[in-house]
Structure formats: C-alpha cells, structure tokens
C-alpha cells in the first residue's frame, strides 16, 4: 500500500473496541490510519450496568488506556453527521474525518419512546453515570422500605431485579413482563430461576403490558397500578438515527442491511456490527447481545485486513452457544443453547453458574489486551451463515 488507508470507527463500546485493537493488530505492516470515536472517554461495560444500578462501584476503564500500544486515534465527541458520498464523518460539528472505510458500531440504547410517561419517570441501564445516580436513589428508598418496579423480563431485567433484591433486602421489588421471565430458556433452567426470585423476595406481574409509567406507579393494561417509588426501564431497543438519516440503507428498526461479509448493502465502504447491523444468517436474524456482537466485530476487523491483503473473503460465521444470567452476586443459572439459541438439555445454575457468569461479564477487557498481541477466537460455535 503506497497511499494511507483510512479506517473511521464510530462507537468505542465492545465492538467498536475489539474492532480497533484486532484491526490494529492485524494491518500493523500495512499503511492503515485507525480512528476510532466516541462520547465518552471511560469505556463502558454494558454488561454490568446492573451492578452499579444496585450500588456496585467498578473499576474504571479509559478508552486512550486500552488504546495504549496499537497505535489507533481517539477522538472523543459525538458523531453529528455521516456522508457516505463524501465518506467523511462530522465530530461535534466542528471535526471531518475522512475514511475509506468505516466501522459503524454505534450500538443501541432501551427505547423510553414506547410507553406514555417512561422517558420522563423511568431510569435505565444505558450509561455508568444514570446506574449510579439511580444507585444513589435507590439508597434513600431503600432506607424507607421503598417499592421499585422493573420493567422487562428479559435477563438485563432479572439481572437487574435479583441484584437489587439481593442488595436490599427490606426494598419491594416488582419486575413487571408481558411473558415469563426466563422464556428463552428450558424447563429445569426457567424453574430454578423462579425459585431464585422467590428467595430473594421478587414480585412477578406476568401476562400484563406497560401502559403507562406514573411518577410512583406503573398502570398495567387491565387498570392496576404497580407501586414504584423507583421505576428501572429494561424493554425496548432504539438505534441512533444516523445511518437512516446518511441515506445508508437500513431496516424498519435503523439497522443497517448488511450482506454475507456485514458490508452495507448499499454502501460497501461501511461495515456495520454489533447491535447496528441487521444480520442475517440461514437460520434467523441475530439479535443485539455481546455474545453475538463481539464476533461481528471479530470477523470485521478480518474481512478489512483480508481486503487489503487481497485475498478472498468468506461469509460471517456464528451460532449461540449459551443464555447466561446473575442472579445477584452469588447465584445464575446459565441455559447452554444450539446455534439457533434453542435450549439444550444442560444447563448449570448455583454458585458454579455465578463463577461461570462472572467470568463472561469480564471477559472482554482481557480479550481486548490479548488482541493486541494474537488473533483471539470469540466464537464459541459457528453454527450458520450469515446470508445476504
């Protein structure tokens, strides 16, 4: 390569990182410019935003520190806007970034939109700063005997649920879900799930949609109101704006249309991954978790080095492998999945599980340092294809 090739990635979460520092890796002989942008400056780990909500202080991680080594740009600021005619990108209004290839790893946020009272009454998961503000409130309920609704059965939501229960003890604590928590998981799985929600004291209202969020309730469908001193809102995904808004081809949730080698259909220069992109494999479509966002960005990172090596591509490869959930800090039941995430028979669950479950919600710092220096596999199974 005798000109500079320039690679913008928009987004420093799990996938944008692993992106960055496995691209690093893999172009260092190459004459490759990587800039990768972001808001902040403290990468986060969306995976224990649970944690910090129930009053958990982590360790703090800046983005320049894992960076440290690869040679990859930082920029800190907000995406404002996106040309992919131009294949620049706008920071803050002020900053252009030409690229010649981009990474679109902007992820995803929970939806308040949907629901009548919940952007201006309910907390959410997205961000360090909202847990532990909701953290600290959750202190002064707490000391109370305060009631706090979780709204969501999905595992954010029981996470969420189990580590507060867990955390105070005298605190009322509802998790609220239109189907029952656990569904995706098997039998014996789903059953000592409930029986860790009785222990630690969670009140189910199953079968009854969120129709509106109330200052100190939340009124279900039927009428009911929930008691909610605190209201936590885990259900409902929204992306940015800024791929449909850049004229990139998208679907009718923002997602960019990718094909086989997660290239935008309609602008091969981007790649999207992670919860960005609309992927579709012969089995059914990938849906937004780190388990199948770090292996985008795995395989992203490669189909750039092969490009520019030439050397011929092949379709993304992937499969579920399991559905691990915490049950606060020292029980989690982990249902082992097929490729399609179907449950297995196996499943673990108990102090084992919550070892096993620690151990994947650490997992991607290490993997991050272990990139810099060898291709890490993060694909425990590949049981399909991606299709365009």
């Given at each position: 390569?005798?000109?500079?090739?320039?690679?913008?990635?928009?987004?420093?979460?799990?996938?944008?990182?692993?992106?960055?520092?496995?691209?690093?890796?893999?172009?260092?002989?190459?004459?490759?410019?990587?800039?990768?942008?972001?808001?902040?400056?403290?990468?986060?780990?969306?995976?224990?935003?649970?944690?910090?909500?129930?009053?958990?202080?982590?360790?703090?991680?800046?983005?320049?520190?894992?960076?440290?080594?690869?040679?990859?740009?930082?920029?800190?600021?907000?995406?404002?806007?996106?040309?992919?005619?131009?294949?620049?990108?706008?920071?803050?209004?002020?900053?252009?970034?030409?690229?010649?290839e981009l990474v679109y790893?902007?992820?995803?946020?929970?939806?308040?939109?949907?629901?009548?009272?919940?952007?201006?009454?309910?907390?959410?998961?997205?961000?360090?700063?909202?847990?532990?503000?909701?953290?600290?409130?959750?202190?002064?309920?707490?000391?109370?005997?305060?009631?706090?609704?979780?709204?969501?059965?999905?595992?954010?939501?029981?996470?969420?649920?189990?580590?507060?229960?867990?955390?105070?003890?005298?605190?009322?604590?509802?998790?609220?879900?239109?189907?029952?928590?656990?569904?995706?998981?098997?039998?014996?799985?789903?059953?000592?799930?409930?029986?860790?929600?009785?222990r630690l004291g969670v009140?189910?209202?199953?079968?009854?949609?969120?129709?509106?969020?109330?200052?100190?309730?939340?009124?279900?469908?039927?009428?009911?109101?929930?008691?909610?001193?605190?209201?936590?809102?885990?259900?409902?995904?929204?992306?940015?704006?800024?791929?449909?808004?850049?004229?990139?081809?998208?679907?009718?949730?923002?997602?960019?249309?990718?094909?086989?080698?997660?290239?935008?259909?309609?602008?091969?220069?981007?790649?999207?991954?992670?919860?960005?992109?609309?992927?579709?494999?012969?089995?059914?479509?990938?849906?937004?978790?780190?388990?199948?966002?770090?292996?985008?960005?795995?395989?992203?990172?490669?189909?750039?080095?092969?490009?520019?090596?030439?050397?011929?591509?092949r379709p993304f490869r992937?499969?579920?492998?399991?559905?691990?959930?915490?049950?606060?800090?020292?029980?989690?039941?982990?249902?082992?999945?097929?490729?399609?995430?179907?449950?297995?028979?196996?499943?673990?669950?108990?102090?084992?599980?919550?070892?096993?479950?620690?151990?994947?919600?650490?997992?991607?710092?290490?993997?991050?340092?272990?990139?810099?220096?060898?291709?890490?596999?993060?694909?425990?199974?590949?049981?399909?294809?991606?299709?365009?």
């Amino acid at each position: 390569m005798n000109t500079e090739h320039r690679i913008v990635i928009l987004g420093a979460g799990y996938t944008g990182m692993l992106t960055a520092v496995r691209l690093a890796r893999r172009t260092r002989k190459l004459n490759v410019r990587i800039t990768i942008v972001n808001p902040s400056a403290r990468f986060t780990e969306r995976l224990r935003m649970h944690q910090i909500a129930a009053g958990q202080n982590l360790a703090e991680h800046r983005i320049a520190d894992i960076l440290t080594g690869t040679g990859v740009e930082f920029v800190q600021g907000w995406v404002t806007s996106l040309d992919p005619a131009a294949q620049h990108v706008v920071v803050d209004d002020t900053v252009t970034l030409p690229y010649d290839e981009l990474v679109y790893a902007l992820g995803s946020s929970t939806d308040t939109s949907i629901v009548p009272g919940a952007a201006d009454h309910a907390w959410t998961l997205n961000d360090p700063r909202t847990a532990h503000q909701f953290s600290e409130r959750l202190n002064v309920i707490a000391a109370h005997g305060g009631s706090v609704a979780v709204c969501g059965g999905g595992l954010t939501g029981i996470e969420a649920a189990t580590e507060i229960a867990e955390a105070n003890p005298g605190l009322r604590v509802t998790l609220i879900s239109t189907g029952e928590p656990g569904a995706m998981m098997g039998d014996k799985a789903r059953a000592y799930l409930r029986r860790a929600l009785d222990r630690l004291g969670v009140a189910r209202q199953v079968g009854q949609a969120v129709t509106k969020v109330l200052p100190d309730a939340v009124e279900l469908a039927d009428g009911a109101l929930v008691p909610a001193d605190l209201t936590l809102w885990t259900t409902g995904v929204c992306v940015s704006p800024l791929a449909a808004q850049a004229g990139i081809a998208t679907d009718a949730r923002g997602l960019i249309i990718v094909d086989a080698t997660l290239k935008s259909l309609s602008h091969p220069t981007i790649h999207a991954v992670g919860d960005a992109a609309a992927v579709r494999m012969d089995w059914g479509q990938l849906h937004g978790t780190c388990q199948s966002g770090m292996p985008t960005a795995a395989y992203t990172a490669d189909v750039i080095a092969r490009q520019l090596r030439g050397k011929p591509l092949r379709p993304f490869r992937f499969g579920y492998f399991h559905q691990p959930v915490s049950l606060g800090r020292k029980d989690a039941v982990i249902q082992f999945t097929k490729y399609d995430e179907t449950p297995r028979r196996f499943y673990l669950a108990g102090r084992v599980a919550a070892i096993y479950k620690e151990s994947v919600s650490k997992s991607p710092l290490p993997v991050f340092r272990l990139s810099k220096k060898m291709a890490v596999s993060v694909t425990p199974s590949k049981g399909g294809r991606a299709t365009a």
